[in-house]
C-alpha cells in the first residue's frame, strides 16, 4: 500500500469512502457481550473465504479476509443482518493491522433482513401479532439454493467499496493485533441463525512487507436463536418453525399469494404498480412495505416516478432514507443524509485542502504535517478543519464529513 496519496485529488476520492464501525454499548447487556472474554470456536460464520493466508486474497494482495452475516444494526431482539466481507487491513509505517469491511462478491440487497427472537418480526423486531404480515420462505444458507449462495471474496484491488460505517459492533480495540467484535450468525437453519457476538482478531506477519489476515473468529456473549419473518422458535428453542398451520403456509409460500399480501400493504407513498422487483428492494416498517433503489447510490426520480436514477453526484446528491427520493442539492448546498435536507457547505480553498485550514507551504514546511500525506481520510479531514496535523497510530473512529 502506498506510504502517501499521490495528490491531493487522489486524497480527496478518499473522503468519506472509509471509517470505522458503529459501535453500540447499549447492546452488551441484550446480548452478554463482555470484552474480556471469548470462548468457543465461531467457524460456522464464515460463509466464505477461511483463517489465516491462503486462498482468495481481499481488495489487496496484502489483505486477507472471510465473509459471513453481520448485524447492521443490533437491537435488543434481534438485528438487521447482510453478507460482509470483513478484511483485515494493514499500513506498513504504522506497523498495525484493524478489521474493514466490503459487500463481497455476488451481494444482492434482497440477502438483508431481519432475524429476530420468537415473538418478535420486521424493523428492529418488533412485537409481533398471532400471524405474520409476511413470511420470508428464502433458505437461509449459502448452498445452491439458499439465499446466501455466490457469495465470495472481492478482490477489486481497491477500496472503493469500503461499507466499514454501515456496520454495528459491540466492541473495537487494540492496535497490534486488532479485534473487533460483532453480532453475527454462527449457524444457520433453513428459516432462522444462532446468533453471538463474534470476535474477530486480526494477524499479520511478513514484517517487511505487512502482510494481515484473519487470524481467529470466536464466540463473545450470548447465543440467541433468531428467526425469518413467518416464523418462531421451536419447544426446544433449536429451530425455526412456521407460526402459521400447515395449509396456511403452503397458502403464503405460493409466490402469487405472498405477491398480493405484500402488494396490499405497502406504505403510502409507495405505490404498488411503482415496484419492480429487478431495481428494488423492499423492507418491512411498521405494518406495511417500503422498497427502495437496489443500488444505494441511486434513487427515486420523484415521488410519483420510482424509476431509479444516479443520485451520487459528489456530496451535493443524497437519497432521502425515508421515501427513497434522489435530493439534489444547488450550489453551495450539501446533502446531510442524517437530516435528509441540503445544508449550507462550508467553504475551503484549494491551499486549505492541501495544507489546512489558514495553512500555507511556508506555515506547514514539514511534509508529514501536510494534510495531502494523510491516507486515512479521517485524519485527513480532520487535518484540513483543524489547520494542523493530529496523526494517530490508533484506527480513527469516525469519518467526518468536510461540511460538518
Known amino acids: 500500500m502506498k506510504k502517501y496519496c499521490v495528490s491531493f485529488i487522489a486524497c480527496m476520492m478518499l473522503v468519506g469512502t472509509a471509517g470505522a464501525v458503529n459501535i453500540n454499548g447499549s447492546a452488551s447487556s441484550w446480548w452478554g457481550y463482555k470484552s474480556t472474554s471469548a470462548s468457543g470456536n465461531a467457524s460456522g460464520f464464515i460463509l466464505s473465504g477461511r483463517t489465516g493466508k491462503g486462498g482468495t486474497h481481499g481488495t489487496w494482495d496484502d489483505e486477507w479476509g472471510v465473509v459471513g452475516l453481520v448485524a447492521e444494526k443490533i437491537v435488543e431482539h434481534g438485528g438487521y443482518f447482510c453478507p460482509y466481507q470483513v478484511q483485515c487491513a494493514n499500513k506498513a509505517k504504522k506497523k498495525r493491522t484493524w478489521t474493514k469491511y466490503f459487500s463481497p462478491n455476488g451481494f444482492r440487497y434482497d440477502q438483508c433482513l431481519w432475524l429476530c427472537e420468537s415473538g418478535y418480526a420486521g424493523v428492529n423486531c418488533t412485537k409481533q401479532g398471532e400471524k405474520p404480515l409476511r413470511y420470508e420462505t428464502a433458505l437461509l444458507n449459502n448452498r445452491t439454493n439458499g439465499l446466501f449462495a455466490g457469495l465470495g471474496i472481492k478482490s477489486s484491488g481497491n477500496d472503493t467499496n469500503e461499507r466499514s460505517a454501515n456496520v454495528a459492533a459491540f466492541s473495537e480495540w487494540g492496535e497490534d493485533p486488532k479485534f473487533v467484535a460483532l453480532l453475527g450468525g454462527v449457524r ?22 505487512i502482510d494481515s489476515f484473519v487470524k481467529s473468529v470466536s464466540v463473545a456473549g450470548t447465543t440467541k436463536l433468531l428467526c425469518a419473518e ?20 403452503v397458502a403464503a409460500q405460493d409466490p402469487q399469494v405472498q405477491e398480493k399480501i405484500e402488494e396490499e400493504k405497502f406504505c403510502s407513498g409507495f405505490p404498488k404498480d411503482g415496484f419492480k422487483s429487478e431495481m428494488h428492494h423492499k423492507i418491512t416498517d411498521g405494518n406495511c412495505i417500503k422498497y427502495f433503489c437496489g443500488d444505494t447510490t441511486k434513487g427515486f426520480a420523484s415521488s410519483m416516478d420510482t424509476n431509479c436514477i444516479n443520485c451520487s453526484a459528489g456530496i451535493r446528491g443524497g437519497v432521502h432514507t425515508q421515501t427513497g427520493v434522489c435530493v439534489q442539492c444547488s450550489t453551495g448546498m450539501v446533502f446531510d443524509a442524517k437530516a435528509n435536507r441540503c445544508v449550507n457547505a462550508t467553504a475551503y480553498s484549494k491551499a486549505d485542502m492541501i495544507f489546512g485550514k489558514g495553512q500555507t507551504k511556508m506555515t506547514q514546511p514539514d511534509l508529514e504535517q501536510q494534510c495531502w500525506t494523510k491516507t486515512i481520510p479521517s485524519e485527513y479531514v480532520n487535518c484540513v478543519k483543524s489547520g494542523a496535523s493530529t496523526v494517530s497510530t490508533a484506527r480513527p473512529s469516525s469519518t467526518v464529513p468536510l461540511n460538518e
Open 188 to 209: 444457520f437453519m433453513e428459516h432462522g441463525i444462532m446468533a453471538a457476538p463474534v470476535m474477530i482478531e486480526c494477524g499479520r506477519d511478513n514484517w517487511k512487507k
Open 230 to 249: 413467518g416464523y418462531k422458535a421451536d419447544a426446544n428453542n433449536a429451530d425455526c418453525i412456521p407460526i402459521v398451520v400447515a395449509e396456511e403456509k
